[in-house]
Nanobody, 115 residues
Framework: VQLVESGGGLVQPGGSLRLSCAASGFTFSSYAMSWYRQAPGKERELVAA????????NYADSAKGRFTISRDNTKKMVYLQMNSLKPEDTAVYYCNAQRGLRAYWGQGTQVTVSS
């Protein structure tokens, strides 16, 4: 099983980034896919989730209206479009796959929002 994130980097406040997560080794379409983040000194928190059945989504309050999660079951990819980025969005962003009690994690990609 592999989840490989990409697309992180340094961006100015107000800018945008698109994170990608490439999945392999499991039945991707059957799993809920999520993005979490962890800032220095803070606990890992859910940013956004997209569910397998009908593609419904869920967002943290901090992400609503700015971030969009999407998935491509054919390509086994999940994306996080992040707009209007703020310094407080700075964190390592992790891709997560979950089905029942089974969960997989990627290695994370750093997002830094700074002028």
């Amino acid at each position: 099983v592999q989840l490989v994130e990409s697309g992180g980097g340094l961006v100015q406040p107000g800018g945008s980034l698109r994170l990608s997560c490439a999945a392999s080794g499991f039945t991707f379409s059957s799993y809920a896919m999520s993005w979490y983040r962890q800032a220095p000194g803070k606990e890992r928190e859910l940013v956004a989730a997209i569910f397998s059945a009908v593609g419904s989504t869920n967002y943290a309050d901090s992400a609503k209206g700015r971030f969009t999660i999407s998935r491509d079951n054919t390509k086994k990819m999940v994306y996080l479009q992040m707009n209007s980025l703020k310094p407080e969005d700075t964190a390592v962003y992790y891709c997560n796959a979950q089905r029942g009690l089974r969960a997989y994690w990627g290695q994370g990609t750093q997002v830094t929002v700074s002028s």
